[in-house]
């Protein structure tokens, strides 16, 4: 098929692409580089050993959407592009709700004018909000704290209501829990600008001396130590799991959990990766980061059952991918 591949200059667009090819799939990536670099879509080419077609264009605006359409005979959309840091998007609401919104409204307004019903969207484990875990598809989604979380319930309910309309639309809407790790090759991997926000990479620079001690954000959670528990998904699981979605599209709206199943703690993590890697993490106990919930991870077995699909990496290997990218990396 031809992958209309939005954000897949990014950090997880990037790993599916090379997904998609290793699965015979041809590739058109469409991104404004806003959170990304041309010279990953190199690397990419690189790591397939073929060619990738690549437009620098923002699929918020139509008509540059369009033209991708006319261009090529698109067989599917993966709907990556967004804006995805939950602290700023409570600065700068009208860019989350306006990028992340008019994004996917212009992709399948196009979609339905040019006949395309493959829809595959980037959506989060925060939609779940504070329920109960393990989180389940069927569970009712709670509001979540920030702009972010409402953009990925938004989509959500758009692409349903389109799906409604139109019997011929097919879309998975894909909530992905934490993807951490790199591909095997050192190439590409999650280079977030300035200091991260998320664990994995905050703990890849704190091994690499660029930060000094992980902060470890409370100890003081219903938890197996206290400190926060998530699912982390090598990133190439959850590519894979992309490719998996495509290919098993059926009519109508499915939604899948993309996950371990796993849920693991901070200090686990930290734990795992000095083992991995055979590098100290200093870090420190602090106050709870504003908005965080204590544990978060998946009920994976709908992909599992449905489309054959789990995750295969385990923590020793995601931490072990994570710092080969973080060492090899230049800015
Ligand atoms: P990323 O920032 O690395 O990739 C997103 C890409 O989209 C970037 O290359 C950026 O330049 C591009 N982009 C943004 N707005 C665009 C626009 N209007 N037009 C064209 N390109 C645009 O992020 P990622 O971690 O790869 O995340 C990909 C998707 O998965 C996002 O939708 C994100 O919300 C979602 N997601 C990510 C996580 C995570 O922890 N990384 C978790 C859940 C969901
Ligand atoms: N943490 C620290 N210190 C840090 C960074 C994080 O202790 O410097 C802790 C957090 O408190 C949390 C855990 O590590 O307990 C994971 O935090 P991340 O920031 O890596 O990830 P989150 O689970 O908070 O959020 C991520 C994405 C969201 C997405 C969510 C889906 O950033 O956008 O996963 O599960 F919605």
């Known amino acids: 098929?031809?992958?209309?591949?939005?954000?897949?200059?990014?950090?997880?667009?990037?790993?599916?692409?090379?997904?998609?090819?290793?699965?015979?799939?041809?590739?058109?990536?469409?991104?404004?580089l806003s959170n990304s670099k041309s010279k990953t879509v190199m690397k990419i080419m690189d790591i397939v050993e073929e060619g990738v077609n690549f437009h620098k264009i923002d699929v918020t605006e139509e008509v540059a959407v369009e033209m991708i359409f006319r261009n090529y005979?698109?067989?599917g959309v993966i709907h990556f592009a967004g804006l995805k840091?939950?602290?700023?998007?409570?600065?700068?609401?009208?860019?989350?709700?306006?990028?992340?919104?008019?994004?996917?409204?212009?992709?399948?307004?196009?979609?339905?004018?040019?006949?395309?019903?493959?829809?595959?969207?980037?959506?989060?484990?925060?939609?779940?909000?504070?329920?109960?875990?393990?989180?389940v598809e069927n569970m009712e989604l709670l509001p979540t704290t920030n702009p972010y979380g409402e953009t990925k319930a938004m989509s959500?309910?758009?692409?349903?209501d389109i799906a409604n309309a139109n019997p011929l639309f097919s879309v998975a809407l894909l909530r992905y829990f934490n993807p951490v790790g790199a591909?095997?090759?050192?190439?590409?991997?999650?280079?977030?600008?300035?200091?991260?926000?998320?664990?994995?990479?905050?703990?890849?620079?704190?091994?690499?001396?660029?930060?000094?001690?992980?902060?470890?954000?409370?100890?003081?959670?219903p938890t197996v130590d206290g400190?926060?528990?998530?699912?982390?998904?090598?990133?190439?699981?959850?590519?894979?799991?992309?490719?998996?979605?495509?290919?098993?599209l059926t009519k109508g709206v499915h939604?899948?959990?993309?996950?371990?199943?796993?849920?693991?703690?901070v200090l686990e993590l930290v734990n795992a990766f000095e083992l991995a890697n055979g590098?100290?993490?200093?870090?420190?106990?602090?106050?709870?980061?504003?908005?965080?919930?204590?544990?978060?991870?998946a009920d994976a077995t709908k992909a599992k059952r449905e489309l054959g699909w789990v995750a295969k990496r385990d923590l020793i290997t995601m931490c072990r991918d994570a710092w080969r990218f973080e060492k090899n990396y230049k800015e």
């Open 1 to 32: 098929m031809n992958i209309l591949v939005t954000g897949g200059a990014g950090y997880i667009g990037s790993h599916t692409c090379i997904a998609l090819v290793k699965a015979g799939h041809s590739v058109i990536i469409a991104d404004n």
């Open 73 to 75: 005979n698109i067989d």
């Open 85 to 135: 840091a939950a602290g700023e998007s409570v600065e700068k609401p009208i860019e989350y709700y306006y990028n992340n919104l008019v994004s996917t409204m212009v992709l399948t307004k196009v979609c339905q004018k040019y006949g395309v019903n493959r829809f595959v969207f980037s959506s989060s484990a925060t939609v779940y909000g504070d329920n109960n875990v393990p989180f």
């Open 156 to 160: 959500e309910r758009i692409l349903t």
């Open 183 to 221: 591909h095997e090759s050192g190439l590409i991997g999650e280079s977030p600008n300035g200091i991260p926000n998320n664990l994995m990479p905050y703990v890849t620079q704190v091994a690499k001396g660029k930060l000094e001690t992980l902060r470890v954000f409370g100890n003081d959670y």
């Open 227 to 248: 400190t926060g528990v998530r699912d982390y998904i090598h990133v190439l699981d959850l590519a894979e799991g992309h490719v998996a979605a495509l290919v098993n």
């Open 255 to 265: 939604v899948y959990n993309l996950g371990t199943g796993k849920g693991t703690s």
């Open 279 to 297: 590098v100290g993490i200093p870090y420190e106990i602090v106050e709870r980061r504003h908005g965080d919930i204590a544990s978060c991870y």
